[in-house]
Structure formats: structure tokens, C-alpha cells
């Protein structure tokens, strides 16, 4: 029994050499052999000096009690004080791996492969492994052979022997020399087999990239072909039993445990593609069928087992074709969605601990880099590594990438993936999740040197590394190119021309001439403005590359750039406030509707950030409420020299409201990094129709006030009001829509009705008339088509003329249009009085007659035959279409005027509303609703894509090429989808027809 005093002596000193637990580990010292340890400051030193103490002296008492008796025990105690290396080694990787301490314990002897010690730059290849494999006859002597050369890697990787890039590859030829003992397993089992084929094993991914990990998935393509004129079916059918095999050898677990899976799903068609395929199989796969990321997965291929010449054709064969991979349309789109799928599959739970797959993880670095080789390498051969860190060098070496951002990654790569070596070494499990305990990182941390703090030191490096990826990982493929063309800093290799050139048409630019005139113009110089728009674009360059016109929201940008350059706020706006820089970026490369509106008037950028305007109005893209927008067009009407300029102050707020409304509906369907895309189309639908109502609504109010202001003082001697019709009415309109309008007076008490009658048509002439002139505003066109007698009746009415109207010549067609009747300007009481008019014309008592409704059934169909345009595609127009906006609104109109009168509900100018409003009095089945309000919303948004994207309104999508990608982005559709974006448009607007036909046609 030990002495108190000892005792206490000795738990200090544990204490003082990191052990966590320095009562355990008292007990365990009590034992015979390692008595002589508490004394012997050798052992305890080594001991303390591992990542884990506790756990490299329970491994050691465990190895010892393995022994085959005390005379061996005694002797690798006596050698492990006698001889460094070994010490450092062994209780090295007992103190890191409970897993090889497992295999210690299992197999005695196996400690003495780490009794050689090799110098600094000798490390064992794939001839060594061999020979350390070369016993292995079976399965399970393969596992044991495979773990003793495992230990010897780990003994040099936790020693520092070697650094964490050395370890990878020694990792990855084990795993070579493991595949080619397996196939031999495999064919000494089925001799026939190996007769009849040649079989190559091509390792990809990191085993291919000479960067492996102690636990992964080796992922491998098999290739076969007949051997001495066997027959083809034969030899394939040889060949993927023997390619099953050894894959079994490798992936089956025994009593030893297994080696790791070997994973062959990146070969053509993944699973669901035969195991095993001859060459020109294998290229004709990639010459007709491939997809951008498997000519990316295709950069690490390497001939490693079986028959090598077979695997050499293979890789010669498809290398031309991997390096033509850039020159796919989309090639940089298709990498970053792959990169952004991968990110969005990781639990939510998971992201913030996942050191590959996460924002700022290996994975980025890793993507990034493949991104440039790809690009680049077509020309340079020097770039072709599957290894990313030499093609990372590769890529400074030639001036691909600046060397400062390089040596960043570089760093954070070989910190990252040490890391994740110590993760998987403590269990060998296949894991790339940073731990939550405090033991567990407290001994990461202590494996890679931190000793001070490891818990809070290892948490700080892992988020600094983490944070240098994701600021560079992205930013590394566009900064290049603002080096070249900014010329600062003298004798620093930089991007040529032609690489410029190259990477811009990468990332979708049209006219890199062109582009790299704008970035130098923006970014070159010393001023302070060039040194602000560096650091922006290289951000905002990705933003338009993800668009589906990069060339425009460049150049858009650089217009901006010039009209706000001195601008003191602009430049501070998107480098400090997160969300401007991106919206404005996502607005400027949609189309070309807001650059027009924000080019007119480029302060209103300040609407783009996330609080106040900076350059006065209000901020942010939240839509203005009605009031406060007619109140603001008022007052600046008040201010004004007459009416013209009235007026166009009025026009000058709808533009700014248009521009907001615009890049609200932007940003709410693209989506940026501070506001996701918008979830429910439809709620998207009914802001932007509303918000385009309301500043309409707000124009026209301005516009009446200072036309009566500069004619008749403050007071018409008539009362006025306009009336909206359809869309407008509604609610509705889009960003080419007309007004349509009716408007009425009635003559005040006592003013003489003739002049009363003159003075209302004077003030619609007038409005018209300056709304029209010529402007660089948008147009606001009032259409009054919709008044009784239409073009040939007077443009305005008094209330009694449109009750004898109403009352003795009034169409049915005519109450149909009055159910989307809503005052919008003027005064309000006689507005009121209006509505009252006419409810009983557009809510008839009883509904309508079988007549009426025949003949609502006969002008549709009339409509539809008449005004379709000639050639045009009736599957496709949004307006007249099979299934489009005419077909669901005259629906809903046709019940509203059937059933208006008795359901409260129905009585509403919003065809959404009154939809609902059917569905829940059970006139509409909730399905049939779901069909038709789908149909309409996306209707409704690709007319509002039309006009955003090519500046001019439209029913239906457009043909150029560019325009028809930019609506189809509009719509949530990727690069390459705009088949499926018309396929979808079909198939959800033939549903909607199909209810039409029942509920409007009566089936």
C-alpha cells in the first residue's frame, strides 16, 4: 500500500503531465511492471507528452498484460526506456488511437514494426506496403497485415515525422497496395475468371488525389476487357466477379474488424450502371451522357491495381475530355450548385461541426481549386495534379491564384485535414464531425500541439482556418482577375490576358473583352474608391455569374458605379451594410427593367440596404403603404411651379417606387444570403400586384391635384373620381400594365352643369395629356375603353348618366367588368356612391340567367379565337392561353356573378380572394381551387418576369435564348432547366383547363 505522502507526491506529478484523471492512473501504476514508472521520468515525461496520458498508459498496462510472460513484458519496458523513437511512437499512438491500442492488445507483437526508426525524409510507398502485405492469404490476414501497416503511418504522422500531406499519401498507396492484394485474393479464389479478363481498378476521389484519409470510402471505376480472345460478355462477366470480390474483401467486416468500403457509384450511370465496362464503353459514356461533375470527379483518376497498361489507356483515353470540361455551357453553375447541394443535404444540426462538408470546409478549398484546374489547365499541364495542394501550388506558381490567398488555404487545408485525422484515428471511424465533449477536443488539441488551452486554443485556429476558407473560397476565382487588370503591385506573377479571357467565359461572360474593360476601369488606380471596389468585387462578380446574364450586371454595375462614384455614401453602403451589395448585384444582372428604373435615378440604391435610405425616402424593399405614398406625391405636387412639373415630380416617386417594388420581387425570388428566396409564390404575387396598384393609384391622385391646381384653384366646380377597372381595380397590375379606368363627376350644388361637365372633361384631357409626355419615366398609359359605348362614349359621365346607362342599355359583359370596380383617386363620397350603383349590376340578385350565361361563355370563346396572336403558341401565352389568366379569372368571375349576391365573400375585386372566397362557401373543391390559383399565380409571374427581363411587356415567354434562362432564374429554374420550366408551365396549365372546362363550360 503506498504511503499517504507518496501518494500525493505522485497524483501531483500526474497531475503536472496532463493526466486527466491522475487517480485512475495511480491504480494502474501499481502494478508490477510499471511500479518502476512513478520513478522514472523517461516513461512519464513520454507519457505526458501524448495527446491523452490516461489513455496511452491504460493502452501500455494493456500491450504489457498481452505479453506472453513477464520476461517479454519486461523486455518492452526496458526497450521502450532504452530507445526514443519507439517511446515517442508507440505511446504516441496509444495516447491518440483507442482503436489501434485495440489492436495492440489483440496482436502482441505487432509493436515491434515501430522499432525501426527511419530518417526525416524516408517514407514507405507502395512497393513497402506490398511487401508488409505480401503474407496476406485470406481476408482476415489482410485486415491484420492492413492495420500493422496503418500503425506505422500513425506512429510517424503523431511523431511529426512526417507532416499531414505526407500521411495522406502514405495512406493512400496502403490503399493501393491493399486493392491489389485483394484482387489477388480474389483471383487466386476464381483463376478461371482471371484467364478471361484484363480488369484495371482507377482510384478516384482522394485515394485517386494521393490524399486519403485514415477512414473514408475508397472510391474506385473498374474497366475490363477480354484477355487472348475471350469472349467479350464473358470476360465482363469475369470481370465483375472478380471486381466484387475484392471489393468485398475489402468492405466485409470479420473479427478483425473491416478495412474500409470500397465505394464504386462515381462510375457512368452510379448504381444503377454496370459494375464493370470495356473502355469504349466508358468513353462512349462520357462523350454523350456525362454531367460537369463527373469530368470534375475525373481529375483524380489513377491506374492503381490490376492490369495497369488496361488502366494508363483509360486515363490517356478520357483526358482530353476532362480538360474540355470548362468549355460547357454552365460549367462554373453546375460546379457551385453541386458544391451548394451538398451543403444544403447536411443536417441542420450538423453544419456548424462538419470540417469537410460545411461553409468553410475542405470541401470548399477543395472545389475551388478543381474549379481553376479545370479552366486553366486546358493550356497549362503544369496544373493537372489530383492532388489538391500541389495543384493549389501549381496555380500561385502560375499566377492563377495570388500567392497571399494561396498560402491562407494552404494553411487551413493542412490544419483542417489534420484535424480530421486525429477525429477518425482515435475510433477509426469513417467521421468528418467535430466532437462536442471537452475530453475529446482537449486531446485534438493536444495532438496538434496545443497545449497551453487545447479546448479554447483548438476551437480559436478551427474557426480562424474555417473563416479564411470561406472568405477566400470563392472570392479565389475572381480576384485574379482585378490583380490583372489593376497592375499594383509590380514583379508579382499575374494573370495573362488570355487566362483572364479563359475564366471569364468560364463564368458565363459573353464578351470577356468587354468585361475586363469595365473591371479596370473599376478597379484600377490607388484612390480610395478603387481600393473599396476591389474588395467588393470580388464578391459581386460571383453574384452576376450565378445570374443568367453576367455581361449586363456588370455593366450595369460599372454605369452605377460612374453615376455614384463620388458619391460619399454609395461605395461605404455596400461594403458595410451585408445585404446591399447582393441585392443590388441580383438587380442589376435580372434584366433589364430595375437597371433601366435605378439608372434614371441611381440614389435610390440607398432602398437596397438593410435600414434607412441613405439618400432620402424610405429604405429597405418593404412595399410603402398607399397612403403614405400619396401623401409623399401630394406634398411634391404642393411644391411644384404648375402642373407639368407636378406631374413629373409625381413621376419621379413611381419611378423610385417601381424600382423598389422591382428589386423587392427580385431578391424575393432569387434569394441572397440575408433574405431567402420567398417561400409562397402567391403571397410574392399579391405584393408586387398590389404594391404596382397602390403607385399607380398614388400617381394618378397627384396628377388630378395639380391639374385642378393649376386650372381651378382648390376647387373643381364639379365633384371628380376615378374609378379603377380590371387589373387595376383589382389589384392586379403588373409592371406594363395600362390603368383601365372609368371616371365620373357629379356637379356641386349650385355650379352650372354644362361647365361642370366641361371642367371634368378638361381635367381628363389634361391628365392624359401629361401623363404622356414624352419622359424617361415609364410610361403610365390610362385606357377608358371600358366606359358605356366604349371608345365611342364621353371619357367621363356624371353618376346619374352612368345610372341611365347602367339602367336601360347595360351587357352583360359590362357587369362582368364592373366586378373589378374600385375608387382609386379623387373624392371619396362620390366614389362610395359609385360602388352602390353598381353592386346590383355585379351581384344580381338571383345570379344570372341561363341566357347571360351562354353568352359570357360565347364572347370567351369569341375573345379567345380573335385576339390570340397568328402563330402564336396557345399553351404558352399567359393572357389567352389554354389554362392562363383569361380562363381562371372569367371562372371566377362567372361564380362571382352567379352566387355574389348571397356569399359575402365573393364580393371582392381580388381574383385570388374571390377564389378562396368560392372554395370555403364549397362552390369550388379545395383541389379545383389549389389547380386554378396555381395556375394564375404562375401566370401572373411569368408576365412579371416578361417585363423585368426585357424592359417591355409580354404574354408570353420570350425566344431569345439569354432571356427565356433570365425568366426561367426568375422562376427558381437553374442553368439548363428552361425545358422543364415550359414543361412544368404545360403540364400545371392544362390541369387549371381541365377544371375550366368544368366549372366555366359546364364540362
Not at 213 to 239: C, L, M, P
Request: aromatic share 6%; charged share 25%.
Amino acid at each position: 500500500m503506498t504511503a499517504p505522502g507518496r501518494r500525493s507526491s505522485t497524483f501531483s506529478r500526474l497531475l503536472r503531465h496532463g493526466f486527466t484523471d491522475p487517480s485512475a492512473a495511480e491504480r494502474l501504476l501499481e502494478s508490477g511492471e510499471l511500479s518502476a514508472v512513478r520513478s522514472d521520468p523517461v516513461l512519464l515525461d513520454a507519457l505526458g507528452a501524448t495527446a491523452d496520458p490516461n489513455l496511452a498508459l491504460l493502452g501500455l498496462v494493456r500491450l504489457l498484460e498481452a505479453q506472453p510472460d513477464r520476461t517479454a513484458r519486461r523486455a518492452l519496458l526496458d526497450t521502450l526506456i532504452a530507445a526514443k523513437p519507439l517511446r515517442d511512437r508507440l505511446l504516441g499512438v496509444l495516447g491518440a488511437s483507442a482503436a489501434l491500442g485495440d489492436h495492440l492488445a489483440r496482436h502482441a507483437q505487432d509493436w515491434q514494426a515501430l522499432v525501426t526508426y527511419e530518417p526525416r525524409d524516408l517514407h514507405p510507398g507502395v512497393e513497402e506496403f506490398e511487401r508488409g502485405l505480401a503474407e496476406a492469404t485470406d481476408p482476415v490476414s489482410l485486415r491484420v497485415a492492413y492495420r500493422r501497416c496503418l500503425l506505422s503511418i500513425a506512429a510517424r504522422d503523431v511523431c511529426g515525422t512526417t507532416d499531414v500531406a505526407q500521411a495522406a499519401a502514405e495512406l493512400a498507396d496502403l490503399a493501393t497496395a491493399t486493392l491489389r492484394a485483394a484482387l489477388a485474393i480474389a483471383g487466386a479464389a476464381a483463376p478461371e475468371d482471371a484467364e478471361l479478363c484484363r480488369l484495371a481498378v482507377i482510384a478516384m476521389g482522394k485515394c485517386g488525389g494521393h490524399e486519403l484519409n485514415y477512414v473514408s470510402d475508397v472510391d474506385v471505376i473498374f474497366v475490363g476487357e477480354t484477355a487472348d480472345g475471350a469472349d467479350e460478355q464473358k470476360a465482363i462477366r469475369a470481370a465483375t466477379r472478380l471486381a466484387s470480390h475484392m471489393m468485398r474483401i475489402c468492405s466485409e467486416t470479420t473479427v478483425e474488424g473491416s478495412i474500409w468500403p470500397v465505394d464504386a457509384n462515381l462510375r457512368p450511370e452510379g448504381r444503377n450502371g454496370p459494375l464493370v465496362r470495356t473502355l469504349s464503353s466508358h468513353l462512349a459514356y462520357y462523350q454523350r451522357w456525362a454531367k460537369t461533375w463527373e469530368f470534375q470527379a475525373l481529375l483524380k483518376a489513377r491506374p492503381v491495381a490490376g492490369d495497369l497498361e488496361l488502366g494508363e489507356a483509360y486515363v490517356t483515353a478520357l483526358e482530353p475530355l476532362v480538360w474540355k470540361a470548362a468549355e460547357r455551357e454552365n460549367f462554373v453553375t453546375d460546379v457551385q450548385r453541386m458544391r451548394r447541394r451538398v451543403v444544403e443535404n447536411i443536417p441542420a444540426a450538423e453544419v456548424d461541426r462538419q470540417l469537410k462538408l460545411g461553409p468553410g470546409g475542405l470541401r470548399d478549398v477543395e472545389f475551388a481549386v478543381q474549379m481553376l484546374q479545370l479552366v486553366h489547365g486546358r493550356g497549362d499541364t503544369s496544373l493537372r495534379s489530383g492532388t489538391t495542394l500541389d495543384a493549389l501550388g501549381a496555380l500561385a506558381a502560375g499566377g492563377y491564384v495570388g500567392r497571399t490567398d494561396a498560402a491562407g488555404l494552404d494553411a487551413a487545408y493542412r490544419f483542417l485535414r489534420s484535424m480530421e485525422h486525429r477525429i477518425q484515428l482515435y475510433r477509426l471511424r469513417r467521421t468528418h464531425l467535430v466532437p462536442e465533449g471537452d475530453d475529446d477536443l482537449r486531446r485534438i488539441g493536444r495532438s496538434l500541439g496545443l497545449r497551453a488551452d487545447p479546448v479554447a486554443e483548438l476551437n480559436r485556429e478551427w474557426r480562424r482556418h474555417a473563416a479564411v476558407v470561406r472568405r477566400l473560397h470563392e472570392k479565389l476565382f475572381y480576384r485574379p482577375l482585378l490583380d490583372a487588370v489593376a497592375q499594383l503591385a509590380p514583379g508579382e506573377i499575374r494573370l495573362s490576358a488570355d487566362a483572364a479571357r479563359e475564366r471569364l467565359v468560364a463564368l458565363g461572360y459573353a464578351d470577356p473583352a468587354a468585361a475586363l474593360r469595365h473591371l479596370e476601369a473599376l478597379a484600377s488606380g490607388v484612390s480610395r474608391k478603387a481600393a473599396i471596389q476591389r474588395t467588393l468585387l470580388p464578391v459581386l462578380l460571383g453574384w452576376f455569374a450565378d445570374s443568367a446574364d453576367p455581361d449586363a450586371g456588370l455593366l450595369n454595375f460599372r454605369k452605377v458605379s460612374d453615376a455614384l462614384g463620388r458619391t460619399p455614401w454609395y461605395l461605404r453602403l455596400l461594403r458595410d451594410e451585408g445585404a446591399a451589395a447582393e441585392n443590388l448585384a441580383r438587380v442589376l444582372s435580372a434584366g433589364r427593367l430595375a437597371p433601366d428604373l435605378l439608372m434614371r435615378a441611381p440614389e435610390a440604391v440607398s432602398l437596397l440596404g438593410d435600414g434607412d435610405g441613405v439618400a432620402g425616402g424610405a429604405g429597405g424593399l418593404e412595399a410603402r403603404e398607399r397612403a403614405h405614398l400619396e401623401q409623399e406625391i401630394l406634398a411634391a405636387v404642393g411644391r411644384a411651379d404648375g402642373a407639368q412639373q407636378g406631374v413629373t415630380a409625381a413621376r419621379g416617386v413611381r419611378r423610385r417606387e417601381l424600382f423598389r417594388t422591382a428589386a423587392m420581387d427580385i431578391v424575393g425570388s432569387y434569394g441572397t444570403e440575408a433574405f431567402p428566396a420567398t417561400a409562397d409564390q402567391g403571397a410574392l404575387v399579391d405584393l408586387v400586384g398590389g404594391a404596382v396598384s397602390d403607385i399607380t393609384a398614388a400617381t394618378l391622385a397627384g396628377t388630378l391635384r395639380a391639374v385642378v391646381r393649376e386650372g381651378w384653384g382648390d376647387t373643381l366646380p364639379t365633384r371628380f373620381a376615378v374609378i379603377g377597372m380590371g387589373r387595376f381595380g383589382g389589384h392586379e397590375l403588373g409592371y406594363g400594365s395600362d390603368a383601365d379606368v372609368l371616371f365620373v363627376h357629379e356637379p356641386r350644388e349650385g355650379a352650372d352643369e354644362q361647365e361642370a361637365g366641361r371642367a371634368a372633361n378638361a381635367v381628363v384631357s389634361e391628365m392624359r395629356r401629361l401623363l404622356q409626355l414624352p419622359s424617361a419615366d415609364p410610361p403610365l398609359l390610362i385606357d377608358a375603353d371600358l366606359r358605356p359605348e366604349g371608345k365611342t362614349g364621353p371619357l367621363v359621365r356624371t353618376l346619374n348618366s352612368y345610372e341611365a346607362y347602367y339602367r336601360r342599355w347595360s351587357l352583360v359583359w359590362e357587369s362582368q367588368a364592373l366586378l373589378r370596380a374600385e375608387p382609386v383617386a379623387g373624392d371619396e363620397e362620390l366614389g362610395r356612391r359609385f360602388l352602390e350603383l353598381v353592386d346590383p349590376l355585379r351581384y344580381p340578385v338571383g345570379g344570372l340567367g341561363d341566357d347571360a350565361v351562354r353568352e359570357i361563355r360565347r364572347i370567351k370563346a369569341r375573345m379567345e379565337s380573335e385576339r390570340m396572336p397568328r402563330g402564336a403558341d396557345s399553351t404558352l401565352h399567359t393572357k389567352l392561353g389554354r389554362g392562363g389568366l383569361s380562363d381562371v379569372e372569367w371562372t371566377v368571375q362567372l361564380l362571382q356573378l352567379q352566387h355574389g349576391h348571397r356569399e359575402p365573400g365573393l364580393r371582392t375585386t381580388r381574383t385570388r380572394q374571390a377564389l378562396a372566397a368560392a372554395r370555403e362557401a364549397d362552390l369550388v373543391s379545395a383541389e379545383d381551387a389549389a389547380v386554378l390559383d396555381e395556375a394564375w399565380v404562375l401566370a401572373t409571374r411569368v408576365r412579371n418576369a416578361v417585363m423585368l427581363v426585357r424592359g417591355r411587356a409580354g404574354d408570353t415567354f420570350p425566344s431569345h435564348g439569354r432571356e427565356l434562362a433570365a425568366v426561367g432564374r426568375y422562376l427558381g429554374y437553374g442553368p439548363g432547366h428552361v425545358g422543364d420550366m415550359l414543361d412544368d408551365y404545360r403540364r400545371i396549365t392544362r390541369r387549371a383547363r381541365a377544371v375550366v372546362d368544368e366549372l366555366f363550360y359546364g364540362g
